[in-house]
């Protein structure tokens, strides 16, 4: 009987029965956790499908339902490790962190880390656009990424790793939770960004990029967690 009530009770959740059957062969604390696990998930995805929501909303309406707060930066000079590669929007949950990764541990060859990740677009990505898109990290070592990359980095990874120097620029950007990374969502965002660049008389002076510069994992869904950025520049009046 107690079963039964456990089972009735976590169908309340709309919890799917094959993970049911694994809470009620669990007990106390693993089983507890397990439901803990399954209910964040759940809280997850509702706060995604919220923002895709918020995002037909504001297509429907001509609206804008969050209000973005943009800034902008000056960063430094950089060298990156890079990988690129043709992706649909689709694609870029599963790439992304696994081009990151593997940039990360080539960065380790390379001195390390030395500043933020992220991912630059070269042209729209979409359910029918494939950028490209360019994931990109950068390194401590420019003597020792040149060297790994004309290695043959590609060699270890099955793909191609190149360096790029990073030029310093100024970035206009907003900052985004986790949820509202996802695609369709993530158009509000870039669409901010270039409104405001046009507003203030500036022009679009290289690829938009996301930069991500939280523990994605670690991270809820409420968390801020990137940046969408344009590289700016004042525009050109001459003539």
Do not use: N
Not at 15 to 23: N, T, W
Not at 47 to 61: F, K, N, Q
């Amino acid at each position: 009987m107690e079963r039964a009530r456990l089972v009735a009770l976590l169908r309340q959740l709309d919890m799917p029965l094959a993970r049911i059957a694994d809470v009620v062969a669990l007990s106390g604390e693993r089983a507890a956790d397990e439901v803990a696990d399954y209910w964040t998930e759940v809280e997850e995805r509702h706060a995604v499908r919220r923002e895709v929501a918020d995002h037909i909303r504001d297509r429907l309406s001509g609206r804008r339902t969050h209000m973005y707060e943009v800034k902008t930066i000056d960063t430094p000079e950089q060298a990156v490790l890079t990988e690129r590669k043709h992706v649909l929007s689709d694609e870029l949950p599963r790439w992304i962190p696994a081009a990151l990764d593997r940039l990360g541990k080539a960065a380790g060859e390379c001195g390390g880390i030395a500043g933020i990740p992220f991912v630059a677009y070269y042209a729209a990505v979409s359910p029918d656009s494939d950028g490209p898109a360019e994931a990109c990290v950068p390194v401590a070592d420019i003597a020792a990424a040149e060297a790994y990359a004309a290695a043959g980095g590609h060699t270890r990874t099955g793909r191609t790793t190149t360096l790029r120097i990073e030029p310093a620029q100024r970035l206009a950007y907003v900052r985004i939770t986790k949820a509202q990374v996802a695609h369709p969502q993530i158009l509000s965002a870039f669409e901010a960004v270039e409104e405001w660049i046009t507003a203030q008389g500036l022009t679009v002076s290289g690829p938009c990029r996301e930069i991500y510069f939280a523990d994605w994992d670690a991270a809820s869904a409420s968390d801020e967690v990137c940046d969408i950025a344009f590289p700016v520049g004042e525009a050109d009046t001459a003539g």
